[in-house]
């Protein structure tokens, strides 16, 4: 910021303290055919107040100092108009009229037309795009009430979330299909995930402010990578300006669970980020010394409020020629959980009917700091010749503490009325540490008038830390309504966990125009290349405490005051989670674009060379310590897209594509687990294949207006699921679970997507209909001899049908907005409902676990102070819509009164309330 930008601040803030001799000036800004031009800029040039015009072409600035002044109307690829007029007592009506720049507008494609992060730039672009796609822009994200990209994502046709432990939505399901099946990128270019074992980037770390719009696209062309069955999220960052601005918000805010039942935290200054074989080496042999204590110690507080802040200052330089864009974030949140969970068997005797163990109520707490800063900066070397480069990194840390009560209720320790109770007590801790950084340095260049060229170099790097993760067991009893002390239990436990990927990619692309048809022609081709690696270390140690008679009560009161050893000095190193992988991916592609009358069509295929491999750091016996795969596909994509006036299309498209399997899917490995079942990986373990079709009607009444409806079809051959089998390393052939591709599945549905306002009154809706099918083997319970109740109970697999892991049948979305430009008040109220849900494919038979309906209401009320401060309102979860999951089966007790058990039909597993959330905040813009 230099010196003339400090002294605008200061006659801004001077404007505002004499705002009490000043007007208002008010109108409208349309183009010479009298249609309203949506955000337009309108600048009082003495004192640099501005604003941006309506839907209807609207606009208003408020506390003008009386006097003479020039106003400045622009709009990108129109010609700017000043006009000099005097400010009285009375408030000003103006209405402007603005001409196109036709050598302006044969330079530039339509979307750049409009105010970047606008409405109207967001629908344009839906419009114009050659594939189908949603946008949701940064106009559109500032109403709202979301403080992420994950809770954003929600708010998109056909999208729902699958939400974390805090009940914030983390990964994206498009269409039905489960988060393995898509992938983000960040400025168009893909990011590695800090995610232990798989592809899937969690979307709650990245900041919803410093976005300018987020674009979904649900179909693919042959210059898109290949591996989206469901669809690809583009996180388009806040890009610099063509003239200084400043924005920024800050915000408090509090989590109603706190006031409930307080906040749950421990010592994380104690945490060390290092295991003892990290520290000392491999042969070292730790001591309980070499572990903290204050860590695994928890208190219940009352917490501070939340705390958001970010800011975005942009400018261009040296005549226009540098645009620089720096934006930094940081949030700080108490978020909560309070959950009731019923651990459940099958078929223990035969009956097939669910048969309950244990019953935990848990209250989890989870201090979090979401830190993100950014960079953007582009370079005009001519008019032919252009250079960006963009630096940005994303933390995410969660400081966690889950306090669970469990009791006993299979029947053989369970008699409440006479006071007579089995049941323990656990205290868990967990740091976690994320974050993914990425440099990328692009160029785009321009050679005569038909051939154009774009590259792109980026660098990414994701980590994720776990270190000390602490369980501490306690077991207690009642008798006869007498608390007998309690004994911490054996094997508790702290591990450490530490996961990179590194990815490092080139891309090339080439356009050219060969005017056969038309001067719309265009042949792309390009390709690119990538090298990427994982790393994952994993280390436990179990602890002892030494006597065994040690009581709660009268040996100690806290877990640091119990007299513990070390099971495993030297850890548990020999897990598979420790291993190495690796990836390279060549892709070339080529694709045709013409139009014929009012009719476009595209083509092009696209081909993509995968090595993917692993090596393990801790080869083990009867395990293959590498494996590696090479394959190649072939991926045509098709699009036919006719216009039949400016505002109305409908649109057909075919594209093939893959899922790979994860990094962790294909390292051959046992994890024997005191379970119902063990976990394994898949050696041959391949990628699934899909073909994908799509038909969408689009009408775009007004600028900001939209009318989509659209159908889908998937057929997936090879779908990656996890199933119930056994492996192939092991001569005894445990009983797994594993991931395995599970001959074909189908997935097919219908959107509908409206945008519509009257006058200050707007709504914007969306449904989507998704039906998938896949058929999988399950394990089933019953006699071997079906006449005989008393022979043995053996297992057998059968065949059962289902939908996809994630598929919902029912998505919708509505928000009810009230915009007032006069008064500068902006509302919406927004309702989400996901329908019912399969969120976990059980190994048995009938023992699914899905999730009830859920209906999700926020609030947002913003309100304009003066021409650069708003302040606002936000809630979240207005109704404290609880998050349940349930079994399609019976239990085997249906006369024996449980908590949540009121269906004979089915049996409740669990059920999560987060409450609400609020936020206050006032946000500053200059521009």
Known sequence: MNFSHINLLIALFLTLHFSVSAGVIEGTVKDESGEPLVAATVVVNETMQSTY????????????????????????????????????????????ELKEDMTYLSEVVVSGRYQSGSEVQARTMERDALHTMNIVSAQAIELSPDITVAQIIQRVSGLSVE???????????????????????????????????NRYVPLDIFPAQMLERLEVSKSLLADMEGDAIGGVMNMVMKSAPDYFMVDADLQVGY??????????????????????????????????????????????????????????????????RLGV???????????????????????????????????????????????AGHARLDYKINRNHNLGLYLGRYDLNDFHVREITETTVDGR?????????????????????????????????????????????????????????????????????????????????????NHSDRDFSVYLNFKYNPNIINDRSVISFGGLFRDRDRGSYFNRYTFDPIPLTQEQGVDWNKLDEITMRVNNPRGNTSDPLNFDSYEQIGAGYVKAKFEVNKTEFVAGVRSETTVQGYFSRVPLEGFLPHTEQLYTDILPSAVVKHKFNKQTAVRASYFKAIN??????????????????????????????????????????????????????????????????????????????????????????AEFDVIKYFGKIGFRANYTYTNSTITTDKASIVRENPNDPSSDLITINVEQRRPLQGQADHIANFSLMYKDVKRGTDAQISLVYVGERLE???????????SRPITIIDLSIEQRINNNFIAFIKINNLINSPYELYIRNGRN??????????????????????????????????N
């Open 840 to 850: 976990f494919v059980s190994p048995f038979v009938n023992n699914d676990h899905w």
């Open 255 to 320: 989590n109603q669970i706190n006031s409930e039942r307080g906040f749950w935290t421990y010592d994380r200054s104690v945490v060390n980020r290092q295991s003892p074989e990290q520290q000392f080496g491999g042969d070292y042999s730790a001591d309980i010394s070499d572990f903290s204590t204050g860590n695994i110690v928890t208190e219940n507080i009352v917490p501070m409020p939340d705390i958001l802040g970010s800011i975005t200052v942009g400018d261009r330089f040296f005549g226009g």
């Open 163 to 197: 939400r974390n432990e805090n009940g914030d939505g983390q990964h994206a399901i498009i269409r039905g299909m489960n988060k393995r099946y898509n992938y983000t990128l960040v400025n168009g270019i893909k990011i590695p995930s800090p995610d232990d074992k």
């Open 325 to 371: 864009m720096l934006g930094a974030s940081i949030q700080t949140s108490y978020r909560g959980t309070d959950s009731d969970w019923y651990d459940v068997t099958l078929g223990r005797t035969g009956s097939q009917l669910v048969a309950l163990d244990d019953f935990q109520e848990r209250q989890s707490s989870t201090y979090q700091q979401r830190l």
């Open 660 to 749: 790979r399997p994860g990094f962790f899917e294909i390292v051959d490995f046992v994890l024997l687990e005191d379970e119902d079942f063990n976990l394994a990986g898949n050696p041959d373990l391949t990628r699934a294949i899909a073909d994908n079709i799509d038909l969408r009607f689009e009408y775009f009444p007004k600028p900001s207006e939209q009318i989509m409806v659209g159908l889908f079809y998937k057929h997936i051959v090879d779908p990656i699921e996890t199933v119930f089998g056994r492996t192939q390393s092991l001569t005894l052939g445990t009983r797994v679970l594993r991931p395995e591709n599970l001959g074909e599945a189908t997935n097919f549905g």
């Open 413 to 497: 320790n369970f008699d409440p009325e006479n006071g007579n109770l089995l049941y323990k007590t656990q205290t868990r801790t967990r740091s976690t540490y994320q974050s993914i950084n990425n440099a990328t340095l692009q160029g785009d260049h321009r050679f005569g008038s038909r051939l154009q060229s774009d590259w792109s170099v980026a660098y990414s790097l994701a980590t994720n830390e776990r270190p000390d993760n602490a369980v501490f067991t306690v077991i207690r009893e009642q008798r006869d309504f007498e608390e007998i002390p309690g004994l911490l239990d054996r094997r508790n436990s702290r591990r450490w966990e």
């Open 53 to 96: 015009t309506d839907i209807d072409g609207n606009f208003s600035i408020r506390n003008v100092p009386k006097g003479g002044c020039t106003i400045t109307v622009s709009y990108l690829g129109f010609t700017t108009l000043e006009e000099y007029i005097v400010i009285t007592d009375e408030d000003m009506t103006l209405h402007f």
């Open 893 to 926: 007790r249906p006369d024996q009164e449980f908590a949540y058990q009121d269906r004979t039909d089915q049996t409740f597993i669990r059920r999560d309330l987060y409450w609400q959330s609020y936020r206050v905040g006032m946000r500053f813009k200059m």
